[in-house]
């Protein structure tokens, strides 16, 4: 068997001028010369309910008396996996994806590898071969790591990817948001910051930002009113003015302001809410301002500390405050394990059949459930979500961000 650094090396550098139509069968050569039978990708839709493969192309067949082109990738000529997409839920496929390890099928011919880009779930790696020895299996676990910065690395600028990745069309609006905002994950080991946004298809004013730097994270929770184009552009825009304010050494008063300051130049009339924070990884030190938002919760040991993280809420912005006070910045120390729960005003007012209010209560009691069952940040969320839309209508759009502070 050829040696494994030299498979993933060979794939790295045949992937550098291949869309990602082509991936697949790249990453299912790789396998086979590491001994596997096959080896396809799946890929988490956006509301993370199914796992849709990126099938291999069709490939050409050659006349008899056509030479074969060796710039084009060997692999067979058929997938040698089914092609169909899998729901997250009740699967081996899907329990692979929701608790981020190996799963192996009772035969021990198939098994299903976690695709992670840093603490982001991407989607799965199916292998199958003869039997999976604990070498063959480091194995996968490479090639599957390879296998999603192939693909997240296309992600931007390949329709293929995009496409495998959404189950219908998106309004414009949304494709405004979704193009400004970061993974809905990220993180060290020390902390993890998860969010997620919906209806995914159709958002129109919410949106989310986190980022790492310096030993800091930065958050920012934004609501802009109304749910149409205009309000997708306030809360691209107050993203893009957040940025470049912090970037250029801006307090969160500092980037409060120019949010302010910009929509009231450049989109007048669309006011929007907004928390924006930051955690000092090192001394978990959190700092937030909340500007006419619902406040935070704070989750430690299973319970939210009662009114731990309300005091009085600013004005929303873009009103044109001009000379007044800049907002009021709050501090918290958090204590390890402590999460830190935002949420738009959408995801408390989703109302049942009835029309009970989904409320901050059950919100957190499903939070605190989820991860008293040993769920990841980011599961919890999709759990909490899922049952969101079973039982309840969105009236607005649901915006949830959850971080926890983890020092190793």
Known sequence: MPNEDAVLSALLASSNRVTAADIPALIDEAGRKLGLSGAQVYLADLQQARLTPLAHPAPE???????????????????????????????????????????????DCTAWVPMIDGVERVGVLRVTAPCFEDALLESCAALSGLATLLVMAKSSHDELVVDRTRSRTMTTQAELLWAFVPPRTIGTDDVTSTAIL????????????????DGVLHLALLDA???????????????????????????????????????????????????????????????????????????????VVPQAMEFPAYL?????????????????????????????????????????????????????????????????????????????????????????????
């Open 198 to 213: 919906e209806p995914a298809y159709e958002a129109g004013g919410d949106a989310f930002d986190h980022s790492l730097g």
């Open 61 to 107: 067949t050659p006349s008899p008396n056509e030479p074969t082109d060796p710039s084009k990738p060997s692999g067979p000529s058929e997938p040698s996996e089914p092609s169909e997409p899998i729901q997250i839920e009740g699967s081996m496929a899907g329990l692979a994806y929701r608790t981020q390890r190996t799963q192996r099928s009772r035969d």
């Open 316 to 408: 929303p912005l873009g009103l044109g405050l001009g000379q007044a006070a800049a907002p009021d910045e709050h501090h918290i120390r958090l204590q390890p394990g402590d999460r830190v729960l935002l949420y738009s005003d959408g995801v408390t007012e989703a109302r049942t059949s009835d029309g009970s209010l989904f409320g901050e209560q059950r919100l957190a009691d499903s939070v605190i459930r989820s991860m008293a069952s040993g769920n990841a940040p980011p599961e919890t969320l999709r759990r909490l979500v899922r049952n969101l839309h079973e039982h309840h209508r969105l009236h607005d759009d649901a915006t949830i961000m959850l971080v926890r502070w983890h020092p190793h």
């Open 225 to 303: 009113m109304g749910h149409d184009l205009a309000s997708g552009g306030a809360s691209a825009v107050a993203l893009g003015a957040s940025r470049a304010t912090r970037r250029a050494g801006g307090t969160l008063a500092d980037i409060a302001t120019t949010i302010d300051r910009t929509l009231s130049e450049w989109i007048p009339d669309r006011l929007l809410t907004a928390v924006i924070a930051r955690l000092d990884i090192a001394t978990g030190q959190f700092t937030w301002i909340n500007c006419g938002h619902p406040p935070p919760l704070l989750i430690r040991e299973g319970h």
